[in-house]
T-cell receptor, first 113, second 112 residues
Framework: KAGVTQTPRYLIKTRGQQVTLSCSPI?????VSWYQQTPGQGLQFLFE???????NKGNFPGRFSGRQFSNSRSEMNVSTLELGDSALYLC????????????FGEGSWLTVV | DQQVKQNSPSLSVQEGRISILNCDYT??????FLWYKKYPAEGPTFLIS?????DKNEDGRFTVFLNKSAKHLSLHIVPSQPGDSAVYFC???????????FGKGTTLSVSS
């Protein structure tokens, strides 16, 4: 069974640009969540989607947004990039809203210059 | 305010010995905890979990202990191996069941 797949793995963007990251959850999993990891803040929750609906959102500005498609694949978008957005962005999936084991992808490394 | 705390940023252990990683939480409503292992530039890998109805869960070399009264859990790795060297994160599922709340992590170094 394939794991959580994230693309792209590495990318470099310029301040002010926008970026879209993609995530394909484990086959059959309908819940997808996104996390940001930075050296200073650790792993922080961005948002979770289940059946194309955002169920919860972390404490991030509106520049961070996401969506989920009918096939459970998800994208997150960051607009007007800032240097501080440089981070590892992790996607995670689980089978359903009551499933407690959450599996992570390899992450997308974003560098903003 | 950190709800999940890993107060030891690093731990060094010799191969073959026991590694004990500690985690404290502040919210008594938390009822499910997970441990993840992470290498640099990779996603966290799920190791083991425990529900608050248990006080111990074991999986091979990994055992997690939960002390609800102290709001404390620990991960024991026995015997430790050099390949265990990584950052270990303790996490709890939030009350809504929608997100993981992570500790800052503990870097484990196992020397041969």
């Amino acid at each position: 069974k394939a794991g959580v797949t994230q693309t792209p793995r590495y990318l470099i963007k310029t301040r002010g640009q926008q970026v879209t990251l993609s995530c394909s959850p484990i086959s059959g999993h309908r819940s997808v969540s996104w996390y940001q990891q930075t050296p200073g803040q650790g792993l922080q929750f961005l948002f979770e989607y289940f059946s194309e609906t955002q169920r919860n959102k972390g404490n991030f500005p509106g520049r961070f947004s996401g969506r989920q498609f009918s096939n459970s694949r998800s994208e997150m978008n960051v607009s007007t990039l800032e240097l501080g957005d440089s981070a590892l962005y992790l996607c995670a999936s689980r089978g359903d809203v009551s499933g407690n084991t959450i599996y992570f992808g390899e992450g997308s490394w974003l560098t903003v210059v | 305010d950190q709800q999940v705390k890993q107060n030891s940023p690093s731990l060094s252990v010799q191969e073959g010995r026991i590694s004990i990683l500690n985690c404290d939480y502040t919210n008594s409503m938390f009822d499910y905890f997970l441990w993840y292992k992470k290498y640099p530039a990779e996603g966290p890998t799920f190791l083991i979990s425990i529900s608050s109805i248990k006080d111990k869960n074991e999986d091979g070399r990994f055992t997690v202990f939960l002390n609800k009264s102290a709001k404390h859990l620990s991960l024991h790795i026995v015997p430790s191996q050099p390949g265990d060297s990584a950052v270990y994160f303790c996490a709890s599922i939030n009350q809504a069941g929608t997100a993981l709340i992570f500790g800052k992590g503990t870097t484990l170094s196992v020397s041969s």
